[in-house]
C-alpha cells in the first residue's frame, strides 16, 4: 500500500539555521513527490515538487529537495531559515492511479 | 477565478446528525480528493475521484460517502455524525494525467457534540 512517513514532527531553529525535513514513501510504480506548506491559518499551499528528470528540485522561497529514489527518500532542505518560515510542512506522493497521499507533517518553529 | 471552493466554512452537528460538504472546482480538473486533518495525524485521505464517474476509498472512508456530481462537484456525506469525525477538512482537485499540484480549497471545521 502506498503510505508517507516524515520522521521529524516538531522542529525548532534559530533563524538562519539550515532545514532538512526528512520523508519516506513507500510505492512500487512511478510516483510523483510533493511538499507544501501550510501556514496557520491557511490552507495548504504547493513549495516544490517532483516528476522526473534532476533529482534535485528548487521551489519557491529558496526551498530545495532532493529525490533519491534508491533510499524511497524526498528529503526538503533550505540553507537558512527566517522566522517566517514557521509553518507546518507535509510532504506528498502521488501514483498513476490518482492517489495523492500526505505524510503526517512537520511542524517548523523558527525562533527570531 | 474561485478555484476550489468549499462550504461550510464552519458547522456544529449533534452526534446522530447527517450532512454533506460540498466541493466545486472551476479549473476543468479530472480528480478531486476529500481529506481530514487532525493535529499530528496530517491529512488522511478519506476518498477521491480520479476522474468524473468514479470514486474510490482512501485511507479512512469508514462513516463516509462520497458523489461525483459531475467533473465539477464532489460532495462528502456523513450520514450519522459521531465525535471522532470532528475535524478540518479540505477538498482538492487535480488535472489528469499530471500532477501539477493539488488545489486546495479553504476548509470546513466540523464540531460533532
Known amino acids: 500500500a502506498q503510505s508517507v512517513s516524515q520522521h521529524n514532527h516538531h522542529v525548532i531553529l534559530s533563524e538562519a539555521a539550515s532545514l532538512e525535513l526528512g520523508c519516506n514513501y513507500s510505492y512500487g510504480g512511478t510516483v510523483n513527490l510533493f511538499w507544501y506548506v501550510q501556514y496557520p491559518g491557511q490552507h495548504l499551499q504547493l513549495l516544490l515538487k517532483?516528476?522526473?528528470?534532476?533529482?534535485l528540485v528548487k521551489g519557491i522561497k529558496g526551498f530545495e529537495a532532493e529525490f533519491i529514489k534508491s533510499k524511497f527518500s524526498f528529503n526538503l532542505r533550505k540553507p537558512s531559515v527566517q522566522w517566517s518560515d514557521t509553518a507546518e510542512y507535509f510532504c506528498?506522493?502521488?501514483?498513476?492511479?490518482?492517489?495523492?497521499?500526505f505524510g503526517q507533517g512537520t511542524e517548523l518553529s523558527v525562533k527570531p | 477565478n474561485a478555484g476550489v471552493t468549499q462550504t461550510p466554512k464552519f458547522q456544529v452537528l449533534k452526534t446522530g446528525q447527517s450532512m454533506t460538504l460540498q466541493c466545486a472546482q472551476d479549473?476543468?480538473?479530472?480528480?478531486m480528493y476529500w481529506y481530514r486533518q487532525d493535529p499530528g495525524m496530517g491529512l488522511r485521505l478519506i476518498y477521491y475521484s480520479a476522474s468524473e464517474g468514479t470514486t474510490d476509498k482512501g485511507e479512512v472512508p469508514n462513516g463516509y460517502n462520497v458523489s461525483r456530481l459531475n467533473k465539477r462537484e464532489f460532495s462528502l456525506r456523513l450520514e450519522s455524525a459521531a465525535p471522532s469525525q470532528t475535524s478540518v477538512y479540505f477538498c482538492a482537485s487535480i488535472p489528469w494525467g499530471s500532477a501539477l499540484a493539488a488545489f486546495f480549497g479553504q476548509g470546513t471545521r466540523l464540531t460533532v457534540v
Open positions: 506528498a506522493a502521488y501514483n498513476q492511479g490518482g492517489k495523492l497521499i
Open positions: 517532483y516528476f522526473s528528470g534532476d533529482p
Open positions: 479549473m476543468n480538473h479530472n480528480s
